[in-house]
């Protein structure tokens, strides 16, 4: 499987009348020898409530987010996904929400991913 990295970072967002929830911005890139290119990019994840933006477990969340498959939602969770996204997650979604999934236990997270 080739190496993976998610960066994350703070959008300085925080919705504090609905949800109560801090908006982090993160991208999925794949490293190519001395490069990287870009699976997907947002800003639409946000933080659990009463959880740090930077807390492992919030970490992890964002990795099962970004390898979520056909068939584990409804289909219009796909419908802006570009056919890079997808074929990412056709060919490594699986293997990569593994290897978060481990990471976390490694980590003691209970994590549901």
């Known amino acids: 499987m080739p190496k993976f990295r998610i960066r994350t970072w703070d959008t300085g967002q925080w919705d504090m009348f609905t949800t109560g929830k801090y908006r982090l911005a993160y991208c999925l890139v794949e490293i190519k020898g001395n490069s990287e290119e870009i699976v997907c990019c947002g800003d639409d994840f946000f ?67």
Do not use: N
Not at 50 to 57: M, N, S, T, V, W
Not at 97 to 109: D, H, L, N
């Open 47 to 113: 933080v659990a409530s009463g959880k740090c933006i930077d807390d492992l477990e919030t970490i992890a969340t964002i990795g099962d987010f970004l390898t979520i498959q056909p068939g584990e939602v409804e289909e219009e969770f796909f419908a802006y996904h570009t056919d890079r996204q997808m074929s990412f997650l056709e060919d490594h979604g699986e293997a990569l929400k593994c290897s978060v999934g481990e990471w976390a236990s490694t980590k003691g997270i209970q994590f549901m991913g």
